[in-house]
């Protein structure tokens, strides 16, 4: 049963664990560095589909089938499906869960989705539940005309822009079963510093991600230094940088260790995505396909990973508003014991 | 720590239960059957925001300080925030929650999303947590020009057609303290009829509701004549008789127990609401501000409340997809001992 230490970090107390993962992606993906991480490339960024909406619930089916497949489980194993997206009405998962028959658990977390799945499916399966499906996703082309201009349009991006990434992930978080293990969850607060550009959202996810990693530590009187790895959502370039500079403010400077998964899904340089990917689908994919597979295969042994999200909305854009964050966190480890 | 019963229903096993809940409405909702039921009545929609967005998020606001207010708790007891909403990126939430401080888990489950709140506090409240803030809202005029038209075109609605309650309800739900208990939650599936009118939205989530009251009687081995009250989130006149229809052919007849919170926050023939009341705000105030506080009087002792949801979007229903439903649902009783 989970239990909470300092102010909001809940250790999993019992063995839980990511019993499979796995990321789907489309061609700038599979083009990426780390392309070869993924499960399934489909160079049709429709998946066959009629419309990109559709394309991206396929993709969580897929990330989901394949997560199942690997594990040599089914569906009806399933005793809950924890799942997020960017589209309005959250539609590319609850029309992927439609056919499930497993109990679903709609969540909004923007690209702070993945963590937030991850980390509610370890506190049931640490209780309630024996296999949780933790799945998010997000589609360039959905989310672009949903959130800045119609393809078509060919708007310019700022050097500060982010490229949504067309990838979805899937982790099976289970009791007893597993590996690498799930020690620790944070779930974050929503933060808001008063970033207005919309075109700049690692500025706005940036103070929420350090707050809730500065809390981590303090909550479980660790350092950065104890983790094999500190892995961002999709904070990019320049909300990375401001990143490492909040955490050296606040007493907890991030060394050679710590990288963001917008900064490792695609070649910056090669393929001009400015700042880097963003998406619920880009931790999600990066996670699910490269940093957990390191875990299980012995290269990383301590893993605090961190999904982040902007809370905005075009309405709320519009509105003059400024653009709050929040960041959720897992801790992962490839030791069964406690480290707390 | 809860456990899971049948297929899908968590028993609380722990005594979890709600130390007070408020609920806040409109100039329409004060003049409705169930007005001095409301916390905090404002006849100005716009609740002195310069928006009906920002008057979202202050209904939120307001139902959390009230429900906190009652039990003498701050902010700073609440371990964590759960919420959600029908807005686009559900702003409503997450501008609400900014000045908390309050670990935030956001949610996505349409009108479902009161009981999809309350289910996984009481899970949360179980285990890893003292206090957990479960609140949803709606809004008629930011839902009617997000989903439907803008308010000055003056759209003529269907017989089917529902009124989204500009309404907020919010619960705080407590470890070892609180009354009425929460003895079981079951969070549902995702049900498509192939129900494709988007004024017909009763009937496309009363499949998922009979589904899972249904399953929450057979996993539980009770009748719907156990229960003094059942009642569903916002399935209205067409969707409350189909949902009789349901219940009978799956052999749980509902009886004059059964009601519907869509048709109890209007009077239908006097205000004009067509089918009902809808909105995630409809189930939220009714079980806040009526149902919540006559099991603490003693008038109801054992209730079934199951919020309800449509899953579509504007875009999807353009799309040409049908419209899935979701139902969840918490069982209240004014009994600390086991019931099952």
């Not at 822009?161 to 289970?174: C, E, K, M, P, R």
Request: proline share 4%.
């Amino acid at each position: 049963m989970a239990h909470k230490i300092g102010k909001q970090t809940l250790i999993i107390d019992g063995v839980v664990g990511i019993r499979s993962s796995a990321a789907v992606g489309s061609k700038k993906e599979g083009e990426g560095p780390l392309g070869k991480d993924f499960d399934i490339i489909n160079d049709d960024s429709r998946f066959g589909e009629k419309t990109w909406e559709k394309a991206e619930s396929k993709m969580q089916e897929l990330a989901c089938w394949k997560a199942l497949k690997k594990a040599e489980a089914e569906m009806k194993d399933v005793d809950f499906i924890f799942a997020g997206d960017l589209l309005n009405q959250c539609i590319a998962s609850a029309f992927s869960a439609r056919g499930s028959k497993v109990p679903y658990i709609g969540l909004y977390g923007a690209c702070s989705t993945f963590a937030e799945a991850v980390g509610l499916s370890a506190v049931f399966a640490d209780s309630a539940a024996k296999n949780c499906l933790a799945v998010a996703s997000s589609h360039f082309c959905s989310a672009e005309r949903q959130y800045r201009f119609p393809l078509e349009y060919g708007g310019q991006r700022p050097p500060s822009a982010q490229w949504t990434a067309t990838a979805a992930g899937a982790a099976l978080v289970s009791k007893e079963e597993g590996f690498p293990f799930i020690k620790a969850v944070t779930f974050g607060t929503v933060e808001d510093f008063g970033i207005n550009d919309q075109n700049n959202m690692g500025a706005a996810m940036a103070p929420a991600a350090a707050e809730t990693l500065s809390q981590f530590f303090k909550d479980t009187y660790t350092d950065p230094e104890d983790y094999d790895l500190i892995v961002t959502g999709d904070l990019g370039f320049v909300g990375a940088n401001l990143m490492k500079e909040l955490m050296e403010r606040k007493g907890f400077p991030l060394g050679e260790n710590y990288n963001d998964c917008g900064l490792m899904l695609y070649d910056r340089e090669k393929q001009q995505v400015e700042s880097g990917a963003s998406g619920c689908g880009c931790s999600a994919s990066v996670l699910s396909g490269h940093v957990i597979p390191m875990l299980r295969d012995g290269m990383l042994k301590s893993v605090l990973a961190l999904s982040t999200g902007a809370l905005m909305s075009p309405t709320s854009v519009q509105q003059g508003e400024t653009i709050p964050g929040i960041a959720h966190l897992v801790c992962f480890s490839s030791e069964k014991g406690g480290i707390f």
